[in-house]
């Protein structure tokens, strides 16, 4: 039997030929010079790779966030540009995108002009002003709004009239002045002309019973003296 050492450790056991104490471990000393850094970059550009998605990806997501908003509603081009900055693509992505969905027909500005025409001036019997402006704040631009009001008939007034009508029930309670003031800004707000508001509201009035009183006589009789 082999005797315990003076300090009380176990022999040194000889293993694949290489004496290795059983406690033994790596000492600092042993480490190559730099070779900590080179392990600590090595981990940074492990992490970045994992956490910085490239381009494909990026483009992925733009797309994938685009077509969520397109099941919500219609946009326009200039809409959808908007969707696909606020996912950091890069100009010449977002113009290539947006070309994809052009030929896909996803986007078309001339389409949703036609529609929202359609429904601001038959739902909610907005004129060419109103609808104008608001084809406008969607990001159309102007020659497709141009189009799209060409195709509406020329009939301001008789939609203005249909409008006033539907408010001018509510006033009967109002004296004239004042009923005629409130409709004719609820019609200047509709973008109806300053003339064709008037007349629309002046008409609607008066066929609910509010019209303009006359001036009396004021009952002073003048009589010639002798």
Known sequence: MQSVDD????PV???????RRADSTVSVGSVPPGAGARFSD???????AETEPDADEVRRRAEEALVRKLRAKQLSVSEARSVLREHDLD???????????????????HTLASLLVTSGSERKGQGRIALARSLAQRGIPR?????????????????????????AAGMSR???DTALRRLHGQLARRGYGGSVAMSAARTALGEV???????????VRFVESD
Not at 209 to 219: C, D, K
């Open 209 to 219: 019973g509010l019209r303009r009183a006359t001036a009396r006589p004021s009952g």
């Open 174 to 176: 109002l004296d004239f």
């Open 143 to 167: 020659d497709i709004i141009d189009d799209a009001l060409e195709e509406l008939p020329d009939d301001d007034a008789e939609r203005a009239l249909e409008f006033a009508r539907s408010k």
């Open 42 to 48: 090595a981990s940074d550009e492990h992490d970045a």
């Open 7 to 10: 300090e009380g450790l176990a």
């Open 91 to 109: 100009r010449d992505s977002i113009e290539d995108v947006i070309g994809d969905f052009q030929r896909r027909s996803y986007l078309d500005d």
């Open 13 to 19: 056991i000889p293993l694949f030929g290489g004496a």
